[in-house]
Protein backbone atom coordinates (compact mmCIF):
# COMPACT_ATOMS: atom_id res chain seq x y z
CA UNK A 1 0.00 0.00 0.00
CA UNK A 2 1.39 3.55 -0.65
CA UNK A 3 2.15 5.93 2.09
CA UNK A 4 3.55 9.31 3.02
CA UNK A 5 7.18 9.53 3.25
CA UNK A 6 8.09 11.73 6.13
CA UNK A 7 4.43 12.79 7.50
CA UNK A 8 4.20 15.36 9.34
CA UNK A 9 2.80 13.36 12.19
CA UNK A 10 5.72 11.35 12.22
CA UNK A 11 7.94 14.15 12.15
CA UNK A 12 6.56 15.70 14.99
CA UNK A 13 7.14 12.42 17.15
CA UNK A 14 10.31 12.61 15.86
CA UNK A 15 10.94 15.91 17.49
CA UNK A 16 9.11 15.39 20.51
CA UNK A 17 11.18 12.19 21.63
CA UNK A 18 14.71 13.88 20.68
CA UNK A 19 13.66 16.62 22.97
CA UNK A 20 12.69 14.42 25.59
CA UNK A 21 15.70 12.71 25.51
CA UNK A 22 18.17 15.61 25.80
CA UNK A 23 15.72 16.85 28.56
CA UNK A 24 16.61 14.02 30.42
CA UNK A 25 19.72 15.14 31.49
CA UNK A 26 17.34 18.14 33.40
CA UNK A 27 15.19 15.57 35.47
CA UNK A 28 12.43 16.84 32.62
CA UNK A 29 10.47 14.40 31.10
CA UNK A 30 7.09 15.11 29.73
CA UNK A 31 7.17 16.50 26.61
CA UNK A 32 3.88 15.88 24.65
CA UNK A 33 2.55 16.90 20.98
CA UNK A 34 -1.06 18.03 21.48
CA UNK A 35 -2.55 21.62 20.82
CA UNK A 36 -1.82 24.18 23.82
CA UNK A 37 -5.14 25.60 22.92
CA UNK A 38 -6.98 22.71 23.92
CA UNK A 39 -5.43 22.76 27.67
CA UNK A 40 -8.13 24.22 28.86
CA UNK A 41 -9.16 27.01 31.23
CA UNK A 42 -7.91 27.95 34.81
CA UNK A 43 -5.94 25.06 36.57
CA UNK A 44 -5.07 22.92 34.44
CA UNK A 45 -6.00 19.79 37.74
CA UNK A 46 -9.53 20.48 36.40
CA UNK A 47 -9.51 19.88 32.83
CA UNK A 48 -9.71 16.41 31.72
CA UNK A 49 -9.28 17.82 28.22
CA UNK A 50 -5.81 18.50 28.82
CA UNK A 51 -4.74 16.86 31.78
CA UNK A 52 -2.14 15.24 29.67
CA UNK A 53 -0.32 18.74 29.27
CA UNK A 54 -0.36 19.80 32.81
CA UNK A 55 3.31 20.26 33.52
CA UNK A 56 4.74 19.08 30.24
CA UNK A 57 6.15 20.49 27.75
CA UNK A 58 3.54 21.10 24.68
CA UNK A 59 4.89 21.01 21.13
CA UNK A 60 1.96 22.73 19.13
CA UNK A 61 2.08 22.78 14.95
CA UNK A 62 1.75 26.71 14.13
CA UNK A 63 2.07 26.81 10.46
CA UNK A 64 3.69 25.17 7.51
CA UNK A 65 5.61 26.83 4.83
CA UNK A 66 6.74 26.02 1.52
CA UNK A 67 10.53 26.21 1.34
CA UNK A 68 11.18 28.35 -1.96
CA UNK A 69 14.72 27.74 -2.13
CA UNK A 70 14.37 24.49 -2.62
CA UNK A 71 11.28 24.16 -5.54
CA UNK A 72 13.53 23.15 -8.07
CA UNK A 73 15.00 19.85 -7.56
CA UNK A 74 15.64 17.21 -9.92
CA UNK A 75 12.87 14.70 -11.10
CA UNK A 76 15.71 11.80 -11.98
CA UNK A 77 17.42 10.30 -8.70
CA UNK A 78 20.13 7.93 -8.88
CA UNK A 79 19.50 4.64 -6.56
CA UNK A 80 22.09 2.76 -4.96
CA UNK A 81 21.90 -0.52 -7.48
CA UNK A 82 22.86 2.02 -10.34
CA UNK A 83 19.70 2.52 -11.76
CA UNK A 84 17.34 5.70 -11.97
CA UNK A 85 13.94 6.78 -10.99
CA UNK A 86 12.11 9.06 -12.08
CA UNK A 87 9.56 10.72 -9.51
CA UNK A 88 8.94 14.27 -8.46
CA UNK A 89 11.01 15.89 -6.25
CA UNK A 90 9.71 15.59 -2.51
CA UNK A 91 7.60 18.69 -0.81
CA UNK A 92 10.03 20.42 0.71
CA UNK A 93 8.18 22.45 4.26
CA UNK A 94 9.54 24.27 7.08
CA UNK A 95 7.14 23.49 9.95
CA UNK A 96 6.95 26.06 12.68
CA UNK A 97 6.16 24.41 16.05
CA UNK A 98 5.32 26.45 19.54
CA UNK A 99 7.21 24.87 22.35
CA UNK A 100 5.11 25.66 25.61
CA UNK A 101 6.51 24.90 29.14
CA UNK A 102 2.91 24.20 30.49
CA UNK A 103 3.91 24.56 34.12
CA UNK A 104 1.35 25.08 37.38
CA UNK A 105 4.41 27.28 38.95
CA UNK A 106 5.12 30.19 36.44
CA UNK A 107 9.09 29.75 37.54
CA UNK A 108 9.03 26.29 36.59
CA UNK A 109 7.80 27.10 33.32
CA UNK A 110 10.96 29.82 32.94
CA UNK A 111 13.41 27.06 34.28
CA UNK A 112 12.31 24.48 31.58
CA UNK A 113 11.90 26.63 28.75
CA UNK A 114 15.52 28.16 29.59
CA UNK A 115 16.32 24.21 29.18
CA UNK A 116 14.31 23.80 25.51
CA UNK A 117 16.93 27.09 24.83
CA UNK A 118 19.83 25.33 25.45
CA UNK A 119 18.83 22.16 24.08
CA UNK A 120 18.65 23.58 20.50
CA UNK A 121 22.02 25.94 21.15
CA UNK A 122 23.99 22.96 22.12
CA UNK A 123 22.60 21.22 18.78
CA UNK A 124 20.26 22.69 16.36
CA UNK A 125 19.95 19.23 13.74
CA UNK A 126 17.93 16.61 13.98
CA UNK A 127 19.73 13.66 12.05
CA UNK A 128 18.42 10.34 10.40
CA UNK A 129 20.08 9.04 13.93
CA UNK A 130 17.71 10.54 15.91
CA UNK A 131 15.72 8.45 18.56
CA UNK A 132 12.74 7.57 17.02
CA UNK A 133 12.55 8.35 13.38
CA UNK A 134 10.65 6.60 11.09
CA UNK A 135 12.17 3.60 8.89
CA UNK A 136 11.96 4.44 4.92
CA UNK A 137 9.60 2.09 4.07
CA UNK A 138 10.15 0.31 0.68
CA UNK A 139 11.88 3.59 -1.24
CA UNK A 140 15.56 2.33 -1.40
CA UNK A 141 17.95 5.25 -0.95
CA UNK A 142 15.74 7.63 -2.11
CA UNK A 143 16.05 9.23 1.44
CA UNK A 144 19.38 9.07 2.67
CA UNK A 145 20.43 11.82 4.88
CA UNK A 146 17.22 13.44 6.14
CA UNK A 147 17.72 16.10 9.01
CA UNK A 148 15.81 18.83 10.53
CA UNK A 149 17.39 21.83 11.73
CA UNK A 150 15.66 24.05 14.18
CA UNK A 151 16.29 27.90 14.24
CA UNK A 152 14.26 30.12 16.80
CA UNK A 153 11.98 32.62 15.19
CA UNK A 154 11.71 35.83 17.05
CA UNK A 155 7.84 37.72 17.50
CA UNK A 156 7.29 40.97 18.38
CA UNK A 157 4.36 41.76 20.66
CA UNK A 158 1.63 42.25 17.64
CA UNK A 159 2.69 38.54 16.66
CA UNK A 160 2.66 37.50 19.74
CA UNK A 161 -0.50 38.81 20.73
CA UNK A 162 -2.00 37.08 17.37
CA UNK A 163 -0.60 33.67 17.80
CA UNK A 164 -2.35 33.49 21.50
CA UNK A 165 -5.16 34.95 20.52
CA UNK A 166 -5.75 32.37 17.60
CA UNK A 167 -4.91 29.65 20.68
CA UNK A 168 -7.86 30.79 23.12
CA UNK A 169 -6.25 34.70 24.74
CA UNK A 170 -4.16 32.68 27.31
CA UNK A 171 -0.59 33.14 26.94
CA UNK A 172 2.23 31.20 28.45
CA UNK A 173 5.63 30.90 28.41
CA UNK A 174 6.92 29.49 24.89
CA UNK A 175 9.20 29.83 22.21
CA UNK A 176 8.73 29.01 18.40
CA UNK A 177 11.18 27.46 16.43
CA UNK A 178 11.24 26.87 12.53
CA UNK A 179 12.15 23.34 11.62
CA UNK A 180 13.70 22.72 8.28
CA UNK A 181 12.84 20.67 5.91
CA UNK A 182 10.41 18.49 6.15
CA UNK A 183 10.74 16.21 3.29
CA UNK A 184 7.28 14.91 2.02
CA UNK A 185 6.38 12.61 -0.55
CA UNK A 186 4.10 10.09 -2.02
CA UNK A 187 5.77 6.67 -1.79
CA UNK A 188 4.10 4.29 -4.05
CA UNK A 189 3.92 0.56 -3.63
CA UNK A 190 7.07 -0.19 -6.50
CA UNK A 191 9.47 2.35 -7.04
CA UNK A 192 9.51 2.10 -10.86
CA UNK A 193 13.78 2.31 -11.84
CA UNK A 194 15.81 1.86 -15.57
CA UNK A 195 19.33 2.57 -16.67
CA UNK A 196 20.95 5.85 -17.27
CA UNK A 197 20.69 7.19 -20.78
CA UNK A 198 24.09 7.43 -21.93
CA UNK A 199 23.52 8.22 -25.55
CA UNK A 200 20.81 9.81 -27.42
CA UNK A 201 20.61 9.75 -31.36
CA UNK A 202 18.87 12.26 -33.57
CA UNK A 203 17.33 10.66 -37.14
CA UNK A 204 17.46 13.58 -39.71
CA UNK A 205 15.77 13.27 -42.45
CA UNK A 206 16.18 15.76 -45.39
CA UNK A 207 13.36 16.79 -48.26
CA UNK A 208 14.30 16.45 -51.55
CA UNK A 209 14.10 19.48 -53.10
CA UNK A 210 11.76 20.19 -56.20
Same mark, same amino acid.
Do not use: C
Given at each position: ? $?????????????????? =????????? *?????????????????????????? #???????????? #????????????? &?????? !??? +? $??? /? #????????? !? *?? !?? #? =????????????????????????? +? =??? @?? @? &????????????? +??????????? @? /??????? $? =???????????? !?? $???????????? *?? *?????????
Amino acid at each position: M $PRVQDSIGELMEVIRLSL =ADELKAFAT *TSVVVDNIAMAGAGSLSNSNAGGGMK #DAVVLTLIRLTE #DASRRNQERFRHL &ANGKFT !YRN +P $PKR /M #DMEVLITAN !Y *TR !YV #D =ALDVLSRVAAVFQRGSAITEDAIGW +P =AVV @GA @G &ALFDGRHLTASLV +PLGFEQLNHVW @G /MLGGKQR $P =ALLYRFQSADIE !YV $PDTVVTGPAILT *TA *TDLKLRDHE
